[in-house]
């Protein structure tokens, strides 16, 4: 049972224009979102993250938004650069830390120059 | 400030042997996740240590286990390995406290054969 879907595998995105990555979850005691960025053979690197209480959150060119009647949270890149291309991981967690997440399965970007 | 560091890289055993996989936080975080990521099954959470407890596990079998010492470094192990463990393991560490983020390590690459 997975509780947070990322359902596009992949996405391509032209260098300059906006990514859309999106993600579902299931379980209503989620109260805790992140988003992390992963290269091939390294540890995940945060990025961006989202409390429960509020509906949009940015940082740079990243914004996060949350729709908790729909169970969606989406993130935005503006502009997509080509090293923004990497496996995109959503996790969430109902603990209202880090401390233990649920991820799900990513979307791999490409940012094509 | 170091990050998380993981030892060692990359690790080859044979199936029945057992394994020590090990984790240093950053300095001063005192709660250490441990995730599997592999092809099939994605992330997915093992278990949590702080201030030597194990707070939370994942679903995993009892041949899956940690411990955490009195400076917060951490430690797993898996034994009588199958081939089903070859994955790349994670750790990750956060400080206490809400709306925080779990810095994660380069990972161990562990290969059974």
């Known amino acids: 049972d997975q509780q947070v879907k990322q359902n596009s595998p992949s996405l391509s995105v032209q260098e300059g224009r906006i990514s859309i990555l999106n993600c579902d979850y299931t379980?209503?005691?989620?109260?805790?979102f992140l988003w992390y960025k992963k290269y091939p053979a390294e540890g995940p690197t945060f990025l961006i993250s989202i409390s429960s209480i509020k509906d949009k959150n940015e940082d740079g060119r990243f914004t996060v938004f949350l729709n908790k009647s729909a169970k969606h949270l989406s993130l935005h890149i503006v502009p997509s650069q080509p090293g923004d291309s990497a496996v995109y991981f959503c996790?969430?967690?109902?603990?209202?830390?880090?401390?233990?997440?649920?991820f799900g399965s990513g979307t791999q970007l490409t940012v094509l120059p | 400030k170091a990050g998380v560091t993981q030892t060692p890289r990359y690790l080859i055993k044979t199936r029945g042997q057992q394994v020590t996989l090990s984790c240093s936080p950053i300095?001063?975080?005192?709660?250490v996740s441990w995730y599997q990521q592999t092809p099939g099954q994605g992330l997915q959470f093992l278990f949590e240590?702080?201030?030597?407890?194990?707070?939370n596990k994942g679903n995993f079998p009892g041949r899956f286990s940690g411990r955490q010492f009195s400076n917060s470094r951490s430690e797993m192990n898996v034994s009588t390995l199958e081939l089903g463990d070859s994955a790349l393991y994670l750790c990750?560490?956060?400080?206490?406290?809400?709306?925080?983020?779990?810095?994660f390590g380069q990972g161990t690459r562990l290969t059974v054969v």
């Open positions: 990750a560490s956060s400080s206490v406290g809400a709306n925080t983020e779990a810095f």
């Open positions: 240590y702080f201030s030597e407890t194990q707070r």
């Open positions: 300095s001063g975080h005192r709660s």
């Open positions: 379980n209503s005691m989620f109260d805790y």
């Open positions: 996790a969430a967690s109902a603990s209202g830390s880090a401390r233990q997440l649920t």
